[in-house]
């Protein structure tokens, strides 16, 4: 493994990206499309009248459907639109409603617009134990023997919810009417707490959520057995909880704005730079931290920091224009189907690529001592091999001769060198017994 290699590069996509519509407010992408909101000259004629802004817009994985809420003087009015379309439709049954999050059927959406009516929204769960906003949600079904199974999050500020169940979504949610809602609460206080999950082959494989104090995170498992038909938890593994502390270096805790999830990383924003401890693995979270300085371009780090031993092992940075410097980075997505991220300001994208981020995984986990996941994550014989023998040397340093032979036996490049070693070894202590 090239050692000096970067994995990670940030380039700027578009610096005024807004072309004069007022300022980005939010963006979304999804299979190489992306597409952004804007501060003025919205023009969707339909909705709210008086002046208006773009909340949120949501893209899904094949960047055919999108959603978008606008909200003004006059309320808030979510529109859907698809990709061959000219014109978005107001879904008129959500006018006043402020959509914060969006939960795509990877398994059943399709590319199909030919039918454009607003075929029903329906009610089908709210959460009254406390009076706060879901500001995340995802997600996942499984094709089972018995129909199909369900398994959603959400998010709050305190909180995340998991439900579960097999069936319709309708017949799931009416579940809970009967039994308590599986729950994990949250500690510290954020206003913008988020969900993310990791996509791979059209398949969630991992979850995390951004919390007051740390990243709450963790496997997803579905379509296995599971001891309980309702157990919410059985579909989650490895549970893990970063805490921001970690990573603060003995400097002041500085809780992100806002996060992305990729395959081995998180993505953080945040107001202060955190300091920087380098060293040689790259499968990693990514944390961009927006500085502090008055100079004509605000510098934006982004801090690479391997997030299975929780140790910042590089810092990246790029460029903000000096009209963008006062709020600096205010928000990122992910395309999951392109494998990139995107930051933005007031006027500009920059896009974030990763090349091979799991390149030095074999070597974080054998640190660890963590041997089955070192071997299953070895690119070649070399790095097998040095995983065996740190698997012999202990053996052999608890004089567990007949193990570390073994291990010493799976060794390519010194097999016979080994092996009569360790005949020789075991020689002597048999001469010393007797």
């Known amino acids: 493994m090239d050692q000096g290699r970067q994995v990670f590069a940030v380039d700027l996509l578009e610096r005024y990206a807004a072309k004069g519509r007022g300022v980005i407010t939010c963006m979304a992408a999804g299979n190489d499309v992306i597409v952004l909101g804007t501060s003025k000259d ?49 879904l008129s049954r959500l ?52 129909g199909t199974r369900y398994y959603v999050m959400a998010v709050i500020p305190t909180r995340l919810y998991s439900f579960t169940g097999i069936g319709s979504l309708e017949t799931v949610f009416a579940s809970y009417l009967d039994r308590a809602v599986h729950f ?3 500690p510290g206080e954020i206003p913008n707490s988020e969900l993310h999950f990791f996509i791979k082959q059209r398949r969630a494989v991992h979850f995390a959520g951004l919390s007051g104090a740390g990243i709450y995170h963790g496997g997803l498992t579905f379509g296995a057995q599971h001891s309980s038909p309702n157990g919410d938890e059985n579909f989650v593994e ?8 970690k990573l603060s270096n003995g400097a002041e805790v500085v809780k992100p704005s806002s996060m992305a999830v990729s395959e081995f990383h998180f993505c953080f924003f945040s107001g202060i730079r955190l300091r920087c401890v380098v060293i040689s693995t790259h499968v990693v979270f990514l944390l961009l ?13 982004v801090l690479v920091v391997n997030r299975i031993s929780e140790q910042i092992i590089e810092e990246l940075q790029f460029e903000q224009a000096s009209d963008s ?50 071997l299953a994550n070895s690119r070649d014989l070399l790095q097998r091999d040095q995983v065996y023998l740190v698997q012999a040397e202990a053996a052999f340093t608890s004089r567990d001769f007949l193990r570390a032979a073994s291990f010493y036996a799976k060794v390519n490049s010194i097999f016979l060198d080994i092996v009569l070693f360790m005949y020789f070894v075991c020689y002597l202590k048999t001469l010393i017994l007797h």
């Open 184 to 186: 994990m609460e949250l």
């Open 238 to 245: 490895n549970k893990a909880f970063l805490d921001y502390t």
């Open 289 to 301: 931290m927006v500085s502090i300085g008055s100079v004509m371009n605000s510098v934006t780090s």
């Open 42 to 90: 919205i023009d969707l004629s339909a909705g709210q009248p008086g002046e208006q802004s773009i909340h949120r817009v949501f893209v899904d994985l094949g960047g055919s459907h999108c959603i978008s809420t606008i909200v003004g003087s006059g309320g808030a009015d979510t529109f859907y639109t698809h990709a061959k379309w000219t014109k978005p439709r107001i």
């Open 95 to 146: 006018n006043g409603l402020v959509v914060n999050a969006v939960a795509w059927n990877r398994q059943q959406i399709t590319e199909d617009e030919k039918d454009k009516r607003e075929k029903y929204i329906k009610p089908l769960f709210e959460l009254a134990e406390l009076p706060e906003a879901i500001l995340g949600l995802q997600m996942e079904t499984t094709i089972l023997s018995n």
């Open 325 to 374: 410097s006062s709020r600096g980075i205010i928000g990122q997505c992910s395309d999951a189907s392109a494998g990139l991220f995107y930051a933005y300001d007031q006027n500009s994208i920059f896009q974030v690529s990763v090349n091979d981020e799991g390149q030095g995984m074999w070597k974080v986990y054998l640190d660890m001592k963590e041997y089955a996941a070192a």
